[in-house]
């Protein structure tokens, strides 16, 4: 990859595999996340951070189940249309600034992650994305 700027689609091209929802330290939920997940399928706040939720840290992350996965995955992500900011940033997160190696060391897990790109492209990217995020 010769070019001086990378687009997300060079880097990343989701397989739909669901290795990102399996494991790793749960998947923090907003306030905004568990509105519009709990308003999605149908369940008031306080039922579903009591029945799809767990406290990490003093914060709701999504449960999972006893296969290791989110709660909400059955072969597909079953609140794709409302899944959390957390799942919508993937692979771009801040840990990747951090250190750049996270990003290969998330690509031993994840198959649609790139990489052939150098790690400086990989930070101007990553950057991108989460400026566009908020």
């Not at 992500?77 to 919508?88: F, L, Y």
Request: aromatic share 10%; with cysteine; glycine share 8%.
């Amino acid at each position: 990859m010769q070019s001086k700027t990378v687009q997300s689609d060079d880097l990343f091209k989701c397989t739909m595999c669901g290795d990102c929802c399996k494991g790793y330290g749960g998947t923090f939920v907003t306030r905004e996340d568990i509105e519009a997940i709990a308003g999605y399928i149908k369940a008031d706040h306080e039922s579903f951070i009591l029945k799809y939720c767990e406290m990490s840290g003093g914060k709701p992350v999504l449960a999972q189940g006893k296969n290791g996965y989110c709660v909400f995955w059955d072969k597909i992500c079953t609140i794709h249309p409302v899944k959390p900011h957390m799942c919508r940033q993937w692979p771009f997160i801040k840990s990747v600034l951090a250190d750049t190696d996270n990003w290969y060391v998330m690509a031993g897990q994840c198959p649609g992650i790139r990489t052939d790109v150098p790690a400086n492209l990989i930070r101007k990217c990553v950057e991108l994305e989460l400026s566009k995020s908020g």
